[in-house]
């Protein structure tokens, strides 16, 4: 069989092998009565909203086709734009689709067969998402490699597909983060805190929107956040080979071709690898839910290692080259493992501590924490880049980071599986609230539950670990790509021009970090006057004799989203164009170094304070330091709720802006190297 | 006159006409009773706090010395250091004394003359400290100029200077922030909230404290701040001017030492302009305060570009270079106004109105505030770097950095006066308070107090934008230096090893945050636990017929201060030495990129939203959504709470860690350019 067609056929087994997964979980009992309405209204709500946002997308996607076909003249780059956004968007949209399935379908699992079973069902539910994002990237990718793969003059089409994967992530995670945030901090703060009603109660305006937030922030939009690094760091390496000199390739491999293949091959490997750690968490799913996710998650990546090795071995290419594999899948591990103890260990208890002072040290110390918590994983990020310098020959050292990109992120389909397990869970325990299912099926989804938040903030971690490699590997794919064109191109730190640059890049983390936190606050406001509105208005609702209008809420959060998720789009795809060609091709490799940096920290230092804060709270609402209603207890709710966009609207914002910033600078090189000196400088 | 022997000369006109300013202020009434005995405790607390901080400080000094003696086998640059950090010193024990003795004549003119006289006497304490800092760095520099200047092989030695300035300005800054936080937020948090009595009563032991803070932290800690970038500035253009080649300083002067002489003598030109400037405020004492204090610094401002032009022509230098101080000292004016919008406008009272909905949309709006708040003075440095590079031919656009940071901070001697100001006026008005003498006195100090923290405000983003402006220049100086040694030496963003390094750089801004605003969180906890001890133990103090052990409060702060101190310090003065010797000098170039910008982006956030935040709250205080004692009141206590360490310790670490990084990185470049190449990579 020719090597090429293997990434279409893994990405074709895997896509089959999610469709049968979805078949067996669709076919299990979705409950009756109020359980089916409420899950029905989650399910509607979350397909209007990404109906709704994929029209706005629409609108985007063919201004930026025209704009391209414009500055390239020819349709492939407009194509794999259009590729990368399509099969990005069929990933988020069948991912979710499923999600909102699973829930109700894990709730009654629980209900009826105990925790096993609903483990299975909402692992299933989550796998389903994973395992579509990796077959979407392998089939779209690998499709594109053999129709321009060969050719020197059609191969940088291809990056025209990681910006159709990066603008659908930039709708879909900073809109579906403003709206699931909105949702969250609006019905809480007038539920618990005024109305005096608990979470999820169904007397609560706002709480089936907060259950559609789960599903758009953190299964879809987390979902395009991955598929953004997967298929970055892939497309990087295929940049970055394919620039290769004969006397440098010559030094790793055989043949230049299979440089640029590598990443397809290791991503087909990972996710077969994947597909046997979907089956060791099924095979585990009687044991506790945690050691159930480990086995899966850790099973998978060993194996991978393992088989990439044969892999490299089998396409000639040198074992220094799977050493940095081996980088990028212990150092996803050791990111992953810092953000647990950040989000779960003693800062966590420190944070809930300060709370007997007041809600301002739980602010300070929660700051602290986060801020603390980038020295390891930016420390690896460094370890990784040194290592593969000091392993490859000089100036292959690029390959071997964006080769340890695709190896931290090869094994996606279970580490996205076990992310977007979470709100299956959490929407589960949602729907089992709402409908008044009873202690004992509350305990077992709060147990799901419970393990979703830890393997949520790994998530993050990893996630973000992944975007900043893969950045990092475009960033150098855009360098190379001017420097063959441009004769004495460097980005040298000591030019004005670069450093001009590194400095505008700092801003960009900063503003958008502000305009998304921004917007949740100003859409949870919206919401809290709807949800004041209705319990005042609507006479029996606090009684539980009418329904609220949840519909009017999803539609407050719908419209924040779509509405304020164009500034920071519009920004982070035209800086570049406008850094690039107005200040030169050096200016715009500072911006994206100092971008870089700044995204990654703010990234940790926002997704990891959220992270503590959220279970801060949790830990005091388990009875300890006075448990729920005390003063230490309100002191960390405020906590909580600045950490809920911190964690879940601009930090992940943060790996979407990079790879945007980076992606789109990598597809306008070609033309940059034609006027690397900009108009105004 | 030898032309080398003016800045000695102004320099010592300088300190002439602050002992004299001095004297003034010393022979005025100093108050009797209460007044005299509260205002003595002052005094001494921040006399004890500077002894003993300074006797640690002279160990560090001691291991300095010694290692640079064995690193540079001769006595020069240990002299220089030792110098550097005896003007440094002298300036901020000078500036805090008379700042002392201005407090309380400030209350007692207030007292007995009203405000015009309040005005004069509060600005004539701040105006020796600005004096005494402008005068030390001239009359240090200077002699040191005409000792090393004219040799090439010594010249080098002058760096030492800056790093003796650094290593002083480091524990004054971040010492004295800690101990000024952690005794406003303890005394606050038991005094106001707990205790019920108002802020600076005379009951509550932790109130001397947060008065000495005051001084420790504002005056002397800002004064050795302002002194480091000062002196800074003007020796990276004496090592950028000095490593020029003859074809390039030949396009813009005639004589290469002119160049290396220009910022002694722009400094000089500012000085004097200075002393025009405090006379106007004086002129203008009995209008209002902050149109006599705008006046003040705007008049020194243009008189001092318009005779920096003859200065520059006088020596024979381009136009060109003009310019480039014409682009710092309006930059700087920018900056400065942005500051004054973003803590005094719009953005503070939506934060204040975030309050409604309680502390968490508090700090969500001060957070987007203080991140958006860096577009505007970031871009405006990037536009210096920019406009320096297009004026200056090329390679000399770093020279023209430098000469821009000199610009923005040659009329120190007032800008710092304004600075120092206000802490006069606060502890004037703290004074007033403790010793109850009445409301009209008290409004007089209030009034001026308010200007006071406007002017802080602004002198904060000011510190900021010249302490990065500083930073880059000697960052610049660092790299020709390596540069000019070894062949071929570049910061290529595109090297693993600078790469590495921005990542690492990054991390040390969070880190040092992290580490500051735990040290403020914890010691604010031992002060509270104090103050409760201390009213609950001494019988009477809470009737007012028992007095407060307050030396008790003073010892904790300034134990705390001094052991939290000694971790940042060495992580800054450590750092450049282990990455350039161990990683080389590509690394450490890296590093510092990563974390000027990282610096600059943080301190201009905290010191912003901190701003904002303590606005907020006084914008309510005065009547406003509820007043005091309303639930807003109660939020927008707790987003200033929270402001306080990030714009009093946090934020303003970031201007002396970046500071000190590169001075030591200039330092020791000449030893790096003979080993390169780091031990271990």
Known sequence: MNQELIPLVVGGLGLLMALIIFMVVNKMPAGEGKVKEIAQQIHEGAMVFMRREYTLLLIFVVVIVIGLYLGFGDWHTPFAFVLGAFCSGIAGYFGMFAATKANVRTTVAANEHGAAKALSVAFYGGSIMGLTVAAMGLLGLGAL??????????????????????????????????????????????????????EDDPRNPGVIADNVGDNVGDVAGMGSDIFESYCGSMIACIAIASTMSVGLYSQIAERQQDLMFLPLALSSTGLLCSVLGIFLVNMFSSKKPDVALRFGTMGATVLFIIAAYFTIHALGISTQVWQC????????????????????????????????????????????????????????????????????????????????????????????????????????????????????????????????????????????????????????????????????????IGNPKVLMGMFLGGIFPFIVSAMTMRAVGDAAFDMIKEIRRQFKEIPGLMEGTASPDSKKCVDIATKAALRRMMGPGALAVAAPVVVGFGLGAAALGGMLGGALITCVLLALTMANAGGAWDNAKKYVEKGNLGGKGSDVHTAVVVGDTVGDPFKDTSGPAMNILINVMAIVSLVIAPLLAKMPYGIFA
């Open 325 to 492: 594999v081996l980088l990028g899948a212990v150092g996803g591990m050791i990111i992953g493992l810092v953000t647990e103890y950040y989000t779960g260990g003693k800062p966590v208890r420190d944070i809930a501590k300060g709370g007997e002072t007041g809600p301002a040290t739980v602010m300070i110390a929660g700051l602290a924490v986060g801020m603390e918590s980038v020295v390891v994983p930016v420390i690896t990020l460094a370890g990784i880049i040194l290592g593969t310098s000091i392993l490859l020959p000089e100036g292959a050292g690029v390959y071997g980071v964006g080769i340890a990109a695709v190896g931290m992120l090869a094994t996606v389909g279970i580490t996205m599986a076990i992310d977007a397990y979470g709100p299956v869970a959490d929407n589960a325990g949602g729907i089992a609230e709402m409908a008044n299912l009873g202690a004992e099926t509350r305990a077992i989804t709060d147990g799901l539950d419970e393990v979703g938040n830890t393997t949520a903030a790994i998530g993050k971690g990893f996630a973000i670990g992944a975007a900043g490699l893969a950045a990092l590997a475009i960033i150098a794919a855009f360098i190379q790509v001017i420097s063959n064109q441009v004769d004495g191109f460097s980005l040298d």
């Open 145 to 198: 490699y053999m129709m321009f793969g060969a050719d020197p003059h059609t191969v940088e089409s291809i990056h025209g597909f990681g910006m159709g994967a990066s603008v659908v992530a930039l709708f879909s995670r900073v809109g579906g983060g403003i709206f699931t945030k909105s949702a969250d901090v609006g019905a809480d703060l007038v539920g618990k805190i005024e109305a005096g009603i608990p």
